[in-house]
């Protein structure tokens, strides 16, 4: 199963496992994973994972946010996310790992 590892200083503090079907990211109480932090949007960005052939894909897309998406420090709208990337949502960084 894929997961989220929410990063303080490069240290991992939390794990998130995904799961299928549309996981929303944000500030609102109502994000199947809250952010509490002022840099990320209450709606900010969806996670979309599926399975095909018993293979896990996951794509990140922005929602509008104010302060943007990122993979890897490059602003983005829709992206595949792979192994050992890193997800930016305003100044909080996950790393995104598919064992």
Avoid at 10 to 30: N, P, T
Avoid at 47 to 68: K, M, P, R, W, Y
Wanted: charged share 25%.
């Amino acid at each position: 199963m894929p997961e989220l590892l929410l990063l303080v200083d490069d240290v991992e503090v939390r794990r998130y496992r995904l799961w299928l079907g549309r996981i929303m990211l944000g500030r609102a109480s109502s994000a199947d994973i809250v952010v509490d932090d002022q840099t990320v949007s209450q709606r900010h960005a969806v996670i979309e994972c599926s399975a095909e052939t018993g293979q896990f894909t996951c794509h990140v897309q922005d929602l509008n946010s104010t302060n943007g998406t990122l993979i890897d420090g490059e602003k983005i709208r829709r992206s595949i996310l792979l192994h050992g990337q890193i997800l930016g949502l305003g100044w909080i960084r996950f790393r995104f790992v598919d064992r």
